[in-house]
Each structure stands twice: as C-alpha cells, then as structure tokens.
C-alpha cells in the first residue's frame, strides 16, 4: 500500500492569483495522477504526472492552467494558475499501485 | 471513451435492510471495475474489485457483462456502512486512471 500526504489540505485564494499542491507518498510508486472534483460532482482525471517528462493531460485541461510537476517517484506538484471562482474545487492526488488506487486526502481550494 | 453512471444519488435505508447501489458502465473493452468508498472526515479507498470476487464488510459486487451492470449489495446495512461510494472503471495500464461515476450517498438509518 501507499500513504500519500497532500498540502495544503484547504486554502482560500484570490482570483487571479496561483497556488501549488504537493502530493508526498511513503514509497516509489511508477504512476501518480492529479483530479479534480468540483462541488456536487465526481471525481475528473485532471492529468497523469510523468516522471521525468511532462505530464499527460485529458481532455479539457492545459499545462498553462495546471502545469504539474514530478521530479522523482514519490512525490508531484499540481499549480492551479491565474485562478477564478470557476476553479473552487477539491484537487486530489493518486498514485497507481499493481492492484488498486490510492488517494491523498484533497486540498480544498475555494477563490474569491 | 469510458463512461461510468451510478443513477442513484442518495439512497437511504434502514438498519438491517438490504442495500444495492446501481453501476453501470461502457467500455469497449475488457473493464476493470471498482468501488470506492469515503467514510466521512476519511480519503477514498477501496472497497472492493470485481476481478478479485470478493466480499469486503459484507459487500459483493457482480461484473454483469451482459447488462454492462457492477452493482453493489449487501444484504444487512449497518450505520457504519453510511458513506459515500463511487463505481470507476480502470481502461489503462494503471489502477490509478480512474473513470469515476457520480457517486451515491448511502445514509443507514438506525
């Protein structure tokens, strides 16, 4: 299994602005993905985290708005850029394990 | 593309009732599919796999391909089972690409 610890685990932003996410797990793991859930929704694949290369985004998100970093195996960072209201979410960090997911606890960012 | 739906938003019942929440998926190909649940205050986890048929807090979920159906049940509810719980599929090479459902709300009654 895999423990991931995320930070910060809630902010309150102004629009325009731009905050990081740090996603720290316990052990090397291959894969690490970033979601998005926003209020009253599910969860949504924002991108994959590369190690070593850039990340692979899904359809709807861009570098520019969520560029993401992963400078080793157990750790990545998400920035959420030039933020508005429409950007108020919960972001979560996953690492793939060989049989299942695991998930940090989410950083709940709302923008004023 | 994948698509995961859970029809039912809320669903409530009483203690001791059985409890089913609805999965239904499309996948063009083999899926792998999985409950999730969130406990309140806690991070998601997993409940359960279909590929590993088990039973986990007295949980099963049959892969239906027919139906393209992976509905959850559980005989008994506790309270304890009050959470909320997400279908997702797994299409790529790794069990942490997720397509999540909607998600349901399972409120137990005493």
């Known amino acids: ?112 | 593309a994948q698509r995961v739906t859970q029809p039912e938003k809320l669903l409530s019942v009483f203690k001791g009732a059985p409890v089913e929440l609805k999965c239904n998926y499309s996948y063009s190909g083999s899926p792998e599919l999985f409950w999730y649940v969130q406990y309140s205050r806690q991070r998601l986890q997993l409940l359960l796999r279909h590929i590993s048929r088990e039973s986990i807090k007295g949980f099963t979920a049959d892969l239906n391909k027919g139906e393209t159906s992976f509905h959850l049940k559980k005989p008994f509810a506790q309270e304890e089972d009050s959470a909320m719980y997400y279908c997702a599929s797994a299409g790529g090479t790794s069990y942490g690409k997720l397509t999540f459902g909607q998600g349901t709300i399972l409120t137990v009654h005493p």
């Open chain 1, 1 to 112: 299994s895999a423990v991931i610890s995320q930070k910060p685990s809630r902010d309150i932003c102004q629009r325009g602005t731009s905050l990081t996410i740090q996603c720290q797990v316990d052990s090397q793991v291959t894969m690490m993905f970033w979601y998005r859930q926003q209020p009253g929704q599910s969860l949504t694949l924002i991108a994959t985290a590369n190690q070593g290369s850039e990340a692979t985004y899904e359809s709807g998100f861009v570098i520019d708005k969520f560029p993401i970093s992963r400078p080793n195996l157990t750790f990545s960072t998400l920035t959420v850029s030039n933020m508005s209201p429409e950007d108020s979410s919960i972001y979560l960090c996953s690492a793939g394990g060989s049989t299942e997911a695991f998930f940090g606890q989410g950083t709940r960012l709302t923008v004023v």
